[in-house]
C-alpha cells in the first residue's frame, strides 16, 4: 500500500512528468499573488483616495495588463508560466514527436504560446468579472433595486439559480482531472492545459544551462543587428523584457513573503501573535472635515447628500459613516468603488441599512 502511494504522489522517470504536489503547488502561487497585491492596493488607496484610488477602482485591469506582460515573457523565454519555471517546470507541446529535442529556451510555438495565455491571463479575468456580476446582482435582488415585473429581473434571477451549479460542474471538472493525473490516467492535471496542447514535465539540465547562456546569445544578437527597424524592435524587445524581469523579480521575493507570511499566521503562532498585539486600541481615524458650508454636504440632515432629497430607505457606509438613500448610494458605490463624501473606498458589501423603530 506504501508502495503504490509512494508511486503516485512521485513523477515517473521515463516521462519527467512532475508529481501532483509540484503542479498544485504552482497553481497556488499566482493564486497567492493577487490578493496579496489587491490587499496592498487598497491600504494605499485608503490612506490617500486622490492619489491611489485609480489603482483600486481598475486594479483588474492593472493587474491583467501586468500579468500579460509577465507570462508572455516566460512562455516565450523559457517555455513556462512565472510559476511553471518558478517551480523548475516548463511545457512541452503534446503529439509533437519532437518535443523531446525541443529546448525550454526556445520557447512555446506561436499557437500554444497564446492558447497558454489566454487560459492564463484572459481567463482568470474573465472569471473574476463574473464573479463580481453575481455578487451585484445578489445585492440587487436582494434589495429589489429592480420592479418586480421586470424582464431583467427574471432573467438575471435565473441566471444567479443556475450559477452555482455551473460553477459547481467548472470546479468538479478540475477536480477529476486532477484525480485521473494522481492515478496515471492522464499527462494533464489540468483541462486547461489540455486545450492548449501542452504538457508540464521538469526542466532537464540541458534546458537550465541553455536558459543561463540565452542572455549573453542576446546580447551578441543586439549587437549584430544593423538596421534601424531591428534595432527599434530589439530595444522594445529590451523595454519589455525589462519590465517582465523586473516583475519576475519583484514576484519572487513577494513568494519567500508570502510564504513567511502564512507561517506568521500559522495556529502555531497565534499565541505569539496575541503577545505582541495585546496593546491599547488605537483611536479611529480622524475622517475629512468639512465646513458646514461645503457643497458636499447638504444643511439639513435628513436630506441625501447625492439626489439633495429626502432620504428614501436609509443607508449608511460603514467605511465613512455616511447616510444616503439606498438607491443613489448603491448605483454611485458600484459605479466608483468610492465614498461619495470622503473618496473612501468602499464596495457594496460596506452598505448597511438603517432602520427606525416606527419602521
Known amino acids: 500500500m506504501a508502495e503504490h502511494g509512494a508511486h503516485i504522489t512521485t513523477a515517473a522517470v521515463v516521462d519527467d512528468q512532475p508529481s501532483i504536489f509540484e503542479v498544485v503547488a504552482q497553481d497556488s ?208 524587445k529590451k523595454a519589455m523584457g525589462g519590465i517582465a524581469l523586473s516583475l519576475s523579480t519583484g514576484l519572487s521575493v513577494g513568494v519567500f513573503f508570502l510564504q513567511f507570511l502564512e507561517w506568521w499566521y500559522s495556529s502555531e503562532n497565534q499565541e505569539t501573535i496575541k503577545s505582541l498585539t495585546a496593546l491599547p486600541t488605537p483611536p479611529p481615524p480622524v475622517h475629512l472635515d468639512y465646513n458646514s458650508d461645503s457643497p458636499l454636504l447638504p444643511k439639513m440632515k435628513t436630506v441625501c447628500p447625492l439626489c439633495r432629497k429626502t432620504r428614501v430607505n436609509d443607508t449608511v457606509l460603514a467605511t465613512s459613516g455616511y447616510v444616503f438613500c439606498y438607491r443613489c448610494v448603491f448605483n454611485y458605490v458600484r459605479s466608483h468603488q468610492a465614498c461619495p463624501v470622503t473618496g473612501y473606498p468602499t464596495e457594496v458589501q460596506h452598505l448597511i441599512k438603517l432602520y427606525s423603530p416606527e419602521n
Not at 519532437?98 to 495565455?117: D, E, M, T, V, Y
Not at 434589495?143 to 443556475?162: C, D, E, M, T, V
Request: glycine share 4%.
Open 29 to 236: 502561487l499566482m493564486t497567492a499573488v493577487r490578493p496579496a497585491l489587491q490587499h496592498v492596493v487598497k491600504v494605499l488607496a485608503e490612506s490617500n483616495p486622490a492619489h491611489y484610488g485609480f489603482f483600486w477602482r481598475w486594479f483588474d485591469e492593472i493587474f491583467t495588463l501586468l500579468d500579460l506582460l509577465l507570462q508572455q515573457h516566460y512562455l516565450s523565454k523559457t517555455s513556462a508560466s512565472f510559476s511553471e519555471n518558478f517551480y523548475g517546470l516548463k511545457r512541452i507541446v503534446t503529439g509533437d514527436t519532437h518535443n523531446f529535442q525541443r529546448l525550454a529556451s526556445a520557447g512555446l510555438p506561436k499557437k500554444q504560446l497564446w492558447k497558454s495565455i489566454m487560459f492564463l491571463v484572459l481567463l482568470p479575468y474573465l472569471k473574476v468579472k463574473l464573479e463580481k456580476l453575481v455578487s451585484s446582482l445578489r445585492e440587487e435582488d436582494e434589495y429589489s433595486i429592480h420592479p418586480p415585473s421586470s424582464r431583467w429581473k427574471q432573467f438575471y434571477r435565473a441566471f444567479l439559480a443556475a450559477y452555482p451549479f455551473v460553477n459547481m460542474a467548472w470546479e468538479g471538472w478540475f477536480l477529476v482531472q486532477q484525480l485521473r493525473y494522481i492515478l496515471g490516467k492522464a499527462q494533464h492535471h489540468s483541462p486547461l492545459l489540455s486545450l492548449a496542447g501542452v504538457r508540464l514535465g521538469r526542466l532537464t539540465a540541458q534546458d537550465i544551462q541553455a536558459l543561463e547562456h540565452k542572455p549573453a546569445e542576446a546580447s551578441m544578437m543586439q549587437k549584430s543587428a544593423r538596421s534601424v527597424t531591428e534595432k527599434i524592435k530589439s530595444t522594445l
